[in-house]
């Protein structure tokens, strides 16, 4: 019998990784490390928006300088060059999954010579990560939509609510509030939420700016409640450093800002900077597909981290909800998740069968606080001490560093 596709005309197929998230960097450093004969007549490319991933695990510990910039980064582009892969250095601001293309921005930060450039793909994998929740700031009309600046190299930080994501542009952000804080002798940072990255960036902000001067205060806006997916040992341990470091939780929810105030549920506040942790909500170019998105715009995924309305998209990570159980967006289920994903990536090339991410019960959670001092959380066992935070540390680095 003839061969469908024999194999000099066997179709060169296209594998466009779409964004560079803990899964891509993972994948990509397995190709760096040996070439793999599924993707032989295969052509890979990553399109990403910056050549370096910020890892956001040690986030907290630059902001409080324990690192340089240079340490929480992962060089994506000379990742590429080593996995011999082609990276497009670009925005994505759409996905046609029925015409299989990629849109993306040429010049996106020159107006006049910025077009639309399109890429397309046989297989597509999505690890482009989330966007910060802001939601909240729009529930009683207080502000608008104008005060969610992601580019505000040059505004008035009184005035602009600061997400921690994108953390490309938090980064830049982080180093005008501390450019800012130098200058005066009061200086109140506010910061919004109620999970662990709120946390640890409010501890890690009163660290910061008790360095430049004692009389700087963070402070932590989280509603009715803080922690509530953790163990009540942990959450009582998290509480209690945050009241040894002097920082204020006030529980109620923020609603909007104006004029250097942070309106909460029952007041308003004073705040020179303000910076929300408030969850994740997919990217704004997941509003610009046709893929089936769920929740707050994330992408629905199956078991195999496949798409429920296109066979041949994948997506892991903060990207994309599951639709067969609930699962935390978190950094854990992309690195895990993404070795999965990975091999269904492989698998689906050749047509092999695919395989299901089973998340564990327990994954280990290391919580900085600021200094060189943090709390961990293994299911309902939970632990604190400088010794925790050199084994975030060890860990941490391990992750960058790997090749
Ligand atoms: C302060 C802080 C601390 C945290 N600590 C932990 C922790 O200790 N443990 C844990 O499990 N989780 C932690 N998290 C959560 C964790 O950061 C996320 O769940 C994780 O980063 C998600 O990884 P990802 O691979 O999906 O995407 P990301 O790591 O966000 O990567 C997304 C990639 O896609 C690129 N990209 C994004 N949008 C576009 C676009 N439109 N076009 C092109 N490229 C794009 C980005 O530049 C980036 O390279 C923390 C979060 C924060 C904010």
Redesign the pocket.
């Known amino acids: 019998m003839k061969k469908l596709f024999p194999k000099k005309q066997r179709p060169i197929k296209k594998l466009l990784l ?7 960097i993972g994948l990509l450093r397995r190709l760096a490390r040996k070439r793999l004969d599924t993707l032989q007549e295969v052509e890979v490319s990553v ?4 050549p370096q ?1 910020i ?3 040690m ?2 510990g630059w902001m409080a300088s324990h690192y340089k910039r240079s340490e929480i980064s992962i060089d ?1 582009a000379a990742l590429c060059r080593r996995a011999g892969v082609m990276l497009i250095q ?4 759409a996905v046609d999954a029925d015409t299989q293309t990629v849109i ?1 921005v040429k010049n996106a930060k020159d107006a006049k010579n910025a077009k639309d450039e399109r890429f397309d793909y046989e297989l597509l994998s999505l ?4 966007d910060t929740d802001m939601t909240w700031l729009n529930t009683d009309g207080l502000v608008n939509e104008d005060l969610i600046d992601k580019d505000l190299a040059d505004k008035n930080l009184k005035n602009t609510v600061i997400p ?5 542009n938090f980064v830049e952000q982080w180093q005008q509030i501390l450019k800012q804080a130098e200058q005066v002798s009061d200086y109140k940072v506010a910061v919004v939420g109620a999970g ?2 709120a946390t ?2 409010v501890m890690a902000a009163q660290f910061a700016l008790q360095q430049i001067n004692p009389s700087h205060q963070a402070y932590l806006v989280c509603g009715e409640q803080l922690l509530s997916g953790f163990d009540a040992g942990f959450r009582s341990r998290v509480i209690k450093q945050l009241q040894r470091r002097n920082i204020e939780i006030i529980y109620e929810r923020a609603k909007g800002l104006a004029g250097g105030k942070l309106a909460t549920s029952k007041q308003t506040l004073a705040a020179d900077a303000t910076i929300a ?1 408030t969850g ?1 909500m997919g ?3 997941a509003a610009q597909t046709n893929l089936e998105t769920v929740d707050k715009g994330f992408i629905a995924v199956n078991d195999k981290q496949q798409s429920t309305s296109h066979d041949n998209v994948f997506a ?4 994309a909800s599951r639709v067969d159980r609930e699962m935390a ?6 690195v895990f998740g ?1 070795k999965v994903e990975a091999d269904n990536l492989l698998a689906y090339l050749v047509g092999d069968k695919l395989k299901s991410y089973r998340p564990k019960n327990r ?1 280990l ?3 900085a606080c600021g200094d060189k001092y943090a709390i961990g959380s293994w299911g309902n066992f939970s632990a604190q001490g400088c010794w925790i935070w050199y084994l975030k540390r060890y860990i941490d680095k391990r992750f960058v560093n790997a090749k």
């Open positions: 779409a964004g560079a998230g803990h899964a891509h399109i990403t928006e910056h991933t890892y956001s695990g986030l907290p994506i670009r925005p994505i601001i993306t690890n482009t990560g989330a921690v994501r994108p953390i490309f662990a990255a640890e960036l942790a994740v990217s704004a170019w892991v990570g903060d990207v967006h978190s950094g854990v289920h992309a993404g994954t959670y290391l919580l």
